[in-house]
């Protein structure tokens, strides 16, 4: 389990959160339990024990954390410097020193479609405090995973990620973050940027990097893994964890996808399975 030993953020952690280039990713449950990711870039800490964000695009996640108020939280700025954490959900505002803060920043003032219409607030349980990101184990890692990758056995079913959503998992540089349900209810992000796809169902990471708590993650779990460019391309895809195994002699983590996402704006929506057509009636 990732150890976080703060119930407050420091003056300093406060600061260093409030840049509008970062990743900021919110993770919560679905009504049937499972775990989603939302990239959100102006999830902040605006006090010792408070956090809050923005909407200003529609989204699953806002739908969730209304049925479900435990959510984890991940900010990493633009120096690798990172926070995790879990929070609990408790109010929103349409006005406010934080609705003033964000659309004052220049992504929003001058932005003439969108600004922020809502604001969301979320009590801190707990965090990791300020960590540095392991670059070097994450490049061995991506190395090995690569060469599992290149050499693993391939699975012949029916193909549940299309090619564009390889591409973008199997580019080393892009960045792969799990969240998995913890046992009290909270979802845990962790980062696995050395993820990639053993196939067109399967994706993998060595345990070169983080394994500590990727072994700690029950096998058949639900996980979420989000991947995303720097250019902000991100897809959401969700399967069941299988564990530790060895392939093509790599210690790595398997997870078999049955769920794609389409987490970008302007219209989020499901992958895979495929929805039916319906004929649009109202106008």
């Not at 349980?125 to 290149?150: D, F, N, Y």
Request: with cysteine.
């Amino acid at each position: 389990m990732l150890q976080m030993t703060y119930t407050a953020f420091s003056d300093e952690d406060i600061l260093a959160m409030q840049p509008a280039m970062k990743i900021g990713l919110l993770a919560t449950v679905n009504p049937e339990g499972l775990p989603h990711l939302t990239l959100i870039t102006t999830l902040m800490s605006c006090a010792p024990t408070q956090l809050s964000w923005g909407q200003f695009t529609e989204g699953l996640s806002k739908q969730f954390i209304l049925q479900n108020p435990k959510t984890g939280f991940l900010v990493m700025s633009l120096d690798k410097q990172m926070w995790r954490g879990k929070a609990t959900f408790t109010h929103t505002a349409r006005k406010g020193k934080e609705y003033d803060f964000y659309n004052n920043t220049p992504m929003f003032r001058y932005n003439a479609y969108f600004g922020v219409h809502t604001v969301y607030y979320m009590d801190l349980v707990t965090h990791s405090g300020r960590q540095s990101l392991p670059m070097g184990k994450i490049i061995w890692a991506a190395m090995l995973t690569m060469l599992a990758r290149t050499l693993g056995k391939k699975d012949g079913r029916e193909p549940v990620m299309n090619d564009w959503t390889r591409r973008l998992m199997n580019k080393m540089d892009n960045l792969k973050f799990l969240a998995y349900v913890d046992g009290d209810g909270y979802p845990v992000i962790l980062p696995v940027i050395q993820a990639q796809c053993l196939d067109a169902n399967q994706v993998i990471f060595s345990m070169a990097a983080y394994g500590d708590e990727l072994d700690t993650i029950p096998s058949d779990c639900a996980v979420a893994v989000f991947g995303m460019s720097l250019t902000m391309e991100d897809v959401l895809v969700r399967g069941t964890y299988l564990g530790k195994r060895r392939i093509a002699g790599v210690q790595a983590g398997s997870v078999v996808v049955n769920w794609v996402y389409n987490a970008m704006p302007p219209v989020p929506g499901q992958v895979y399975p495929p929805l039916p057509l319906e004929a649009v009636r109202q106008f």
